[in-house]
């Protein structure tokens, strides 16, 4: 049976904001009871921490350095800014198979091919974040006797050159009724009707995606939310006291930059509140149109899945949004299925990503995974949530990347269920131990006693980089103890044996 599929997207979500993740003080009655129908990942990864990229790995299963769209356009530093015409994506297979492809929300995956480009119903809605001058939504605004957008309260920080900083926070001067993440979930809605009855008159599936704008920053929310959660509540990430010793500069230059320091200890409890409130009000909108699947008759059949593109930083690290860090916070997402008949309330330590969601869609769609790009290292997730009958064995470990966000910035990471390593090429590497230093503020990587430890991650990372074709490896080649090279490092022909030597010629030295 072609199964259909509703998925849930959000944009920098943190999985401790869910209570089936034990977030403190969490409202998400929707995403838990999902959670305790299906599978909770504890050990779900994006890719890579930024939006454009890692949504486009869930599009094609690929890792961004294969599908090459490496970095957000918005702050684009001379990168390609729309997948490549002849690049697959699985909604190709699901379109040739007969299902109806719907998507709701934020696309984020290039500049110029929409998401109707690929196939998919649905409105077109540009921008990072919810572009509340769209067209439609104002129109719908009018149509529904509804307020304009506006805001007020406006939170900001200082930038190091004294300019304002970005805005993080505000109050929005408009009911529930009207914000934008009500208009998402009614257009979901809209195409889940039609959806349904071409499902029960005809049999033909769907998959449907509704993809939130939020919790992104900045977290703007009518009174009702914004006010939901007490800051006084709130106890702010043990990161916080992160000194940046014997870590990256960059981290202190975002610091900075994300104005951190100059908003103060009172402010940043009534950001993480906003926050929690910004969540709370995305999982009721879920809810909506997981009722309406049900009361059209829908729901029990279908896949329901649930993940981010990457996380947040809300304060952790002295850090907000996203950027080159590769701290579990913004790396390690929430993931969470449901798939009819299997069991449920299961959680998983197993690591996966976005791209076995990729390989999972295709998979209860009764095709093939292997499809994509990365097919081969693709790992459907419903019958790999309690390890059993898979083929190959399950990972045990994860490798993600980045590539730069406002700037170029290499990086490559490496996680296993206790280490993290992570190599900076410019600048200090870090590995952390998760166990030991869950909030990963000691950077073990120059500790003697480490040196066994680290030096096997590294062999890890680059072996692994090489079998993916990550051509990142070839500065680990000549810079760590990786191993002994087969393979000319320099990828000339008077390397390697390919010609004889002057000596051993007998020519003229």
Same mark, same amino acid.
């Given at each position: 049976?072609?199964? /259909?599929?509703?998925?849930?997207?959000? /944009?920098?979500?943190?999985?401790?904001?869910?209570?089936?993740?034990?977030? #403190?003080?969490?409202?998400?009655?929707?995403? =838990? *009871?999902?959670?305790?129908?299906?599978?909770?990942? /504890?050990?779900?990864?994006?890719?890579?921490?930024?939006?454009? #990229?890692?949504?486009?790995?869930?599009?094609?299963?690929?890792?961004?350095?294969?599908?090459? &769209?490496?970095?957000?356009?918005?702050?684009?530093?001379?990168?390609?800014?729309?997948?490549?015409?002849?690049?697959?994506?699985?909604?190709?297979? &699901?379109?040739?198979?007969?299902?109806?492809? !719907?998507?709701?929300?934020?696309?984020?995956?290039?500049?110029?091919?929409?998401?109707?480009?690929?196939?998919?119903?649905?409105? =077109?809605?540009?921008?990072?974040?919810?572009? %509340?001058?769209?067209?439609?939504y104002t129109t719908w605004l009018e149509e529904n006797d509804l307020p304009p957008y506006a805001i007020t309260d406006e939170v900001r920080g200082t930038f190091p050159n004294g300019a304002p900083g970005n805005l993080l926070a505000a109050r929005l001067q408009q009911p529930v009724e009207a914000t934008f993440e009500r208009f998402l979930s009614e257009r979901a809605i809209g195409l889940l009707r039609r959806y349904a009855a071409d499902r029960h008159e005809?049999?033909?599936?769907?998959?449907?995606?509704?993809?939130?704008?939020?919790?992104?920053?900045?977290?703007?929310?009518?009174?009702?939310?914004?006010?939901?959660?007490?800051?006084?509540?709130?106890? @702010?990430?043990?990161?916080?006291?992160?000194?940046?010793?014997?870590?990256?500069?960059?981290?202190? *230059?975002?610091?900075?930059?994300?104005?951190?320091?100059?908003?103060?200890?009172?402010?940043?409890?009534?950001? %993480?509140?906003?926050?929690?409130?910004?969540?709370?009000?995305?999982?009721?909108?879920?809810?909506?149109?997981?009722?309406?699947?049900?009361?059209?008759?829908?729901?029990? +059949?279908?896949?329901?899945?649930?993940?981010?593109?990457?996380?947040?930083?809300?304060?952790?690290?002295?850090?907000?949004?996203?950027?080159?860090?590769?701290?579990?916070?913004?790396?390690?997402?929430?993931?969470?299925?449901? %798939?009819?008949?299997?069991?449920? !309330?299961?959680?998983?330590?197993?690591?996966?990503?976005?791209?076995?969601?990729?390989?999972?869609?295709?998979?209860?769609?009764?095709?093939?995974?292997?499809?994509?790009?990365?097919?081969?290292?693709?790992?459907?997730?419903?019958?790999?949530?309690?390890?059993?009958?898979?083929?190959?064995?399950?990972?045990?470990?994860?490798?993600?990347?980045?590539?730069?966000?406002?700037?170029?910035?290499?990086?490559?990471?490496?996680?296993?269920?206790?280490?993290?390593?992570?190599?900076?090429?410019?600048?200090?590497?870090?590995?952390? =131990?998760?166990?030991?230093?869950?909030?990963?503020?000691?950077?073990?990587?120059?500790?003697?006693?480490?040196?066994?430890?680290?030096?096997? @991650?590294?062999?890890? @990372?680059?072996?692994?980089?090489?079998?993916?074709?990550?051509?990142?490896?070839?500065?680990?080649?000549?810079?760590?103890?990786?191993? /002994?090279? =087969?393979? +000319?490092?320099?990828?000339?022909?008077?390397?390697?044996?390919?010609?004889?030597?002057?000596?051993?010629?007998?020519?003229? *030295?």
């Amino acid at each position: 049976m072609r199964r /259909d599929v509703l998925l849930f997207l959000t /944009d920098q979500h943190r999985k401790d904001t869910l209570g089936a993740y034990g977030g #403190p003080g969490a409202r998400t009655p929707n995403l =838990d *009871a999902l959670a305790a129908e299906g599978t909770t990942f /504890d050990r779900f990864y994006t890719p890579t921490a930024i939006c454009t #990229p890692a949504r486009a790995s869930l599009l094609t299963g690929a890792a961004p350095f294969r599908h090459q &769209l490496l970095a957000n356009h918005e702050r684009n530093v001379g990168y390609r800014e729309d997948l490549a015409d002849d690049q697959y994506t699985f909604a190709e297979d &699901l379109r040739d198979a007969g299902y109806h492809l !719907g998507l709701v929300g934020k696309w984020h995956t290039g500049t110029r091919r929409t998401a109707a480009d690929f196939g998919f119903d649905g409105p =077109d809605l540009e921008g990072w974040h919810n572009p %509340v001058d769209n067209p439609e939504y104002t129109t719908w605004l009018e149509e529904n006797d509804l307020p304009p957008y506006a805001i007020t309260d406006e939170v900001r920080g200082t930038f190091p050159n004294g300019a304002p900083g970005n805005l993080l926070a505000a109050r929005l001067q408009q009911p529930v009724e009207a914000t934008f993440e009500r208009f998402l979930s009614e257009r979901a809605i809209g195409l889940l009707r039609r959806y349904a009855a071409d499902r029960h008159e005809h049999g033909q599936p769907f998959y449907l995606a509704t993809h939130f704008f939020g919790p992104h920053l900045p977290y703007i929310l009518p009174a009702e939310y914004y006010d939901l959660h007490d800051p006084d509540d709130v106890v @702010l990430p043990a990161s916080t006291a992160e000194t940046f010793a014997d870590k990256p500069p960059v981290q202190a *230059a975002y610091s900075a930059h994300w104005t951190f320091d100059t908003l103060g200890e009172e402010v940043s409890r009534q950001l %993480v509140a906003a926050y929690r409130g910004y969540v709370t009000l995305v999982d009721h909108e879920i809810g909506r149109v997981l009722d309406a699947a049900r009361e059209l008759g829908v729901l029990e +059949d279908a896949v329901v899945a649930f993940s981010a593109d990457h996380g947040e930083f809300t304060g952790a690290h002295r850090l907000h949004d996203k950027g080159p860090a590769m701290y579990e916070d913004i790396y390690c997402i929430p993931g969470l299925l449901k %798939v009819p008949g299997a069991p449920a !309330g299961l959680r998983s330590s197993r690591f996966a990503s976005l791209t076995d969601l990729t390989a999972t869609v295709l998979d209860v769609a009764g095709l093939d995974p292997s499809r994509a790009v990365d097919g081969r290292s693709l790992r459907p997730l419903v019958e790999g949530a309690d390890g059993s009958r898979l083929d190959p064995p399950w990972r045990e470990d994860y490798v993600a990347e980045f590539h730069g966000h406002h700037f170029p910035y290499p990086q490559r990471m490496l996680v296993t269920e206790r280490y993290k390593l992570v190599v900076n090429p410019e600048s200090v590497n870090e590995l952390y =131990d998760l166990q030991a230093d869950p909030d990963e503020l000691h950077n073990r990587y120059r500790h003697p006693e480490m040196a066994s430890v680290r030096d096997d @991650l590294l062999r890890r @990372l680059y072996e692994q980089l090489r079998e993916r074709g990550d051509k990142f490896f070839h500065w680990m080649s000549s810079m760590y103890p990786v191993g /002994d090279k =087969d393979f +000319d490092t320099s990828l000339s022909a008077f390397e390697g044996g390919t010609q004889r030597t002057a000596q051993q010629s007998g020519a003229p *030295a």
